[in-house]
């Protein structure tokens, strides 16, 4: 249900280990997902159940983050999808974020 995954730039030096998902116990009200702060560019781990944080965060499970035209597979979670690759990084700003999953766990 929750998955442990690292996130690592093709382009530059950039990498993050990230949880997403929830645990069996508390999926329904939290859910976590990377996301850029808007105000700092700052990347971050936060509850994407928790709507009052939207305001503040992109979320790379929405498409903001996302290079559009991305075909390729996705970690999914519920309603929320993660891309494989395509995705931007916040250090050199290009589309080249990758997600490795590294763990599951319940
Ligand atoms: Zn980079």
Redesign the pocket.
């Known amino acids: 249900m929750g998955q442990s995954l690292k996130a690592e730039?093709k382009?530059?030096d950039?990498n993050a280990q990230v949880s997403y998902g929830g645990g069996m116990m508390n999926f329904k009200y939290n859910c976590l997902a990377p996301a850029i702060e808007k105000t700092t560019g700052e990347f971050k781990i936060v509850n994407h159940k928790d709507k009052s944080l939207h305001d503040y965060y992109d979320f790379y499970t929405d498409d903001t983050l996302k290079h559009k035209g991305y075909i390729g597979r996705t970690h999914d979670n519920f309603d929320l999808k993660l891309n494989f690759n395509s995705n931007f990084?916040p250090?050199?700003h290009?589309f080249?974020?990758s997600f490795v999953r590294t763990a599951i766990y319940s």
């Open positions: 730039c382009d530059c950039f990084c250090q050199c290009g080249t974020l």
